[in-house]
Structures are given as structure tokens and as C-alpha cells.
């Protein structure tokens, strides 16, 4: 059989190709005559993929507690794969740097819109059974949502909300060890009756705050927020571009914290004082968006529109936006 003309020119392309690196072309010829067809299951590992539900109790609907939270830490690896190639790219113009923010957008919005999975996929008394098998663990422990965060926007604005008052944008990297210590998130994980830190909070310190810490630092100067200050001014203020820094903002801040606090408020809301009798953390202040304000993006909006941060409205403003 005579061989096609173009097949031809790519054998000679791939065996100057391997000849610059010092290879012979026969070899590699030679193993993929041998190697046997790829297979969706093969590619994916789904074999593997399948086999990483392990439930500690009986009750059946703690796998579909595994499996969403699973589901949602790959969707957060997606988000900084993204937040990798902004930070990554050189000469970053606008429309790359739109496009991998709508990216991110879908994620969490594919993210928000399916937590009815964990709202109303699960009986009540199934679950309030189950979890207490996992003490201390919990969804707060999740390294890759805090990492999200330190990619999106300058440290300082991580800060409570009652200390951001001490640092501005002007800060140093070496300041962020000690911004770290005043972290908004850990005012999360304190105890309602004693105001001490949780185990969970202890355990996640100890696993994960080195990395995180040298993570805000390696992010010092190349987060989303400084890539946007980079481009051109009139490409700042591209309608595109800001409608997508308000959705992630919203997406982030505000939507996927009040889909946590509904389903808090639907299986954990009990009397206070039953809850600090339990060294239950403050979560009712924790998870509103109102409380903390915690915005990313603070140029992209009105005094008017952070005063009422959280509130019901400001989500309605961005799907006009997207109209």
C-alpha cells in the first residue's frame, strides 16, 4: 500500500523532531505499534475515581456528602488552574485575561447552582446522625477555597474586617506572615462559649498554613486584582471585564457563602446556647456575606453598592448586567 503523501512529510517532521533531541524515530515507531488503544476509562482512572468514596457510617446519604464535597474540591482545582495561567502569562492582554475569568465564573456557578445537593439531597436525620461521626472535619478545611482567595485579590483585603484598618494596599510581602494571624476565615473557627480556637481550626493550621503562607507571597504582585492594573487603562475599563471581576466577586463572596449558611440554617440551626454546649463554631456570623464584606475587586464598585454588600440586591444588579 502506498503510503499518502502527507503521512509521508509528518514521519520526516517527527523524526527531525526527535533527531534534535538526540532520538531515534524507529524506537518510538516501535512503541506505539505496541501500545494497545486508549480507553475513556483508562485516561480518566476512572476506576479509581469510583473507588475513593469510603462512608465511615451506614447511613446511605453520607456518600452523597462525599461525593459533592469531592465534586467541589475538583471544580476548585479547575478555578486555579486558571488563576495559574493568569499569573503565568506574559503579555497578558484583555481578552485572555476575560476569558479565564468567565471560566472561573462557570465553575462557580455550576458550583452554586448545584447545592441543593447538599440543601435538600440529603435527610435531615440522616445527616445529623453521620456528621457526628466526622468531628472535627469539616468543609472550613478546604485549603484550595482559601487559595482562591489569595489568587483573586491583595492580602490585605483577607484581613477581618475590624483589622483592615491597620494595613493598606501599600504593604510589603514580608507583612503577610503577620496579616495571616488576623485572617478573616479564622474568626470562623472559634468557639461560641469560649472564644477558642477549634480543633478544626488547630488541625488546618497545622496542615496548611506554611503553604498558604508561602502561597500569598508567591502570588505578592501577580494575583488577579494586580494583572488587571496592569492592562492599559482603557482596557480597565472594558464593560466585559468589570461585569465579569463583579460576578467572580459575587460568585465567591456573596453566592456560594449564603448557599453554605442555607444549608446550615436547614440541618445545624439549633438555640445558641445548645450550639456553644456542642464547642459548635459561630457560623451564623461567619458565613453572611454582610458581616465580614469581604470584596475582592473594590474598584469595580459604588460606595453605594459596598455599603449594602450581601444583601439581596446586589446579586439582582449583576444579572442585569449580564441581560
Same mark, same amino acid.
Given at each position: 500500500?502506498?503510503?499518502?503523501?502527507d503521512i509521508i512529510d509528518k514521519v520526516k517532521q517527527?523524526?527531525?523532531?526527535?533527531?534534535?533531541?538526540?532520538?531515534?524515530?524507529?524506537?518510538?515507531?516501535?512503541?506505539?505499534?505496541?501500545?494497545?488503544?486508549?480507553?475513556?476509562?483508562?485516561?480518566?482512572?476512572?476506576?479509581?475515581?469510583?473507588?475513593?468514596?469510603?462512608?465511615?457510617?451506614? +447511613?446511605?446519604? =453520607?456518600? !452523597?456528602?462525599? &461525593? @459533592?464535597?469531592? #465534586?467541589?474540591?475538583?471544580?476548585?482545582?479547575?478555578? *486555579?488552574?486558571?488563576?495559574?495561567?493568569?499569573?503565568?502569562r506574559e503579555n497578558l492582554d484583555k481578552a485572555f485575561?476575560?476569558?479565564?475569568?468567565?471560566?472561573?465564573?462557570?465553575?462557580?456557578?455550576?458550583?452554586?447552582?448545584?447545592?441543593?445537593?447538599?440543601?435538600?439531597?440529603?435527610?435531615?436525620e440522616q445527616f445529623l446522625k453521620f456528621r457526628m461521626?466526622?468531628?472535627?472535619?469539616?468543609?472550613?478545611?478546604?485549603?484550595?477555597?482559601?487559595?482562591?482567595?489569595?489568587?483573586?485579590?491583595?492580602?490585605?483585603?483577607?484581613?477581618?474586617?475590624?483589622?483592615?484598618?491597620?494595613?493598606?494596599?501599600? +504593604?510589603?510581602? =514580608?507583612? !503577610?506572615?503577620? &496579616? @495571616?494571624?488576623? #485572617?478573616?476565615?479564622?474568626?470562623?473557627?472559634?468557639? *461560641?462559649?469560649?472564644?477558642?480556637?477549634?480543633?478544626?481550626?488547630?488541625?488546618?493550621?497545622?496542615?496548611?498554613?506554611?503553604?498558604?503562607?508561602?502561597?500569598?507571597?508567591?502570588?505578592?504582585?501577580?494575583?488577579?486584582?494586580?494583572?488587571?492594573?496592569?492592562?492599559?487603562?482603557?482596557?480597565?475599563?472594558?464593560?466585559?471585564?468589570?461585569?465579569?471581576?463583579?460576578?467572580?466577586?459575587?460568585?465567591?463572596?456573596?453566592?456560594?457563602?449564603?448557599?453554605?449558611?442555607?444549608?446550615?440554617?436547614?440541618?445545624?440551626?439549633?438555640?445558641?446556647?445548645?450550639?456553644?454546649?456542642?464547642?459548635?463554631?459561630?457560623?451564623?456570623?461567619?458565613?453572611?456575606?454582610?458581616?465580614?464584606?469581604? #470584596?475582592?475587586?473594590?474598584?469595580?464598585?459604588?460606595?453605594?453598592?459596598?455599603?449594602?454588600?450581601?444583601?439581596?440586591?446586589?446579586?439582582?444588579?449583576?444579572?442585569?448586567?449580564?441581560?
Amino acid at each position: 500500500m502506498e503510503l499518502n503523501p502527507d503521512i509521508i512529510d509528518k514521519v520526516k517532521q517527527l523524526q527531525a523532531k526527535y533527531a534534535a533531541m538526540g532520538q531515534d524515530l524507529e524506537s518510538y515507531l516501535d512503541g506505539l505499534l505496541y501500545a494497545d488503544y486508549l480507553t475513556y476509562w483508562e485516561y480518566i482512572k476512572l476506576d479509581t475515581l469510583l473507588s475513593l468514596q469510603s462512608p465511615i457510617t451506614p +447511613f446511605p446519604d =453520607e456518600e !452523597i456528602f462525599i &461525593m @459533592y464535597h469531592q #465534586i467541589t474540591e475538583l471544580y476548585f482545582k479547575l478555578t *486555579l488552574h486558571e488563576f495559574e495561567q493568569i499569573a503565568s502569562r506574559e503579555n497578558l492582554d484583555k481578552a485572555f485575561l476575560v476569558a479565564r475569568v468567565q471560566r472561573i465564573n462557570r465553575y462557580f456557578e455550576a458550583l452554586t447552582k448545584s447545592f441543593d445537593i447538599m440543601v435538600d439531597g440529603m435527610e435531615r436525620e440522616q445527616f445529623l446522625k453521620f456528621r457526628m461521626s466526622l468531628l472535627p472535619a469539616s468543609g472550613f478545611q478546604s485549603a484550595q477555597y482559601r487559595m482562591i482567595e489569595i489568587w483573586s485579590t491583595s492580602f490585605d483585603r483577607l484581613v477581618a474586617k475590624d483589622e483592615r484598618h491597620r494595613y493598606n494596599a501599600d +504593604f510589603k510581602a =514580608e507583612n !503577610i506572615a503577620q &496579616m @495571616y494571624e488576623h #485572617i478573616y476565615w479564622k474568626r470562623g473557627a472559634t468557639e *461560641l462559649q469560649s472564644g477558642e480556637k477549634t480543633l478544626t481550626l488547630k488541625q488546618f493550621e497545622i496542615k496548611y498554613s506554611k503553604d498558604l503562607i508561602e502561597l500569598a507571597e508567591r502570588a505578592y504582585g501577580n494575583t488577579l486584582i494586580d494583572q488587571v492594573c496592569r492592562l492599559p487603562e482603557a482596557d480597565q475599563q472594558d464593560p466585559a471585564l468589570i461585569e465579569g471581576l463583579k460576578w467572580l466577586d459575587t460568585n465567591v463572596n456573596v453566592n456560594w457563602p449564603l448557599a453554605h449558611y442555607k444549608s446550615a440554617v436547614r440541618y445545624l440551626q439549633r438555640a445558641p446556647e445548645d450550639i456553644a454546649a456542642t464547642g459548635g463554631t459561630n457560623w451564623q456570623k461567619y458565613l453572611p456575606p454582610r458581616f465580614q464584606k469581604r #470584596i475582592f475587586f473594590e474598584e469595580v464598585w459604588s460606595a453605594e453598592e459596598i455599603d449594602n454588600w450581601g444583601r439581596g440586591w446586589v446579586e439582582s444588579v449583576i444579572v442585569n448586567l449580564k441581560k
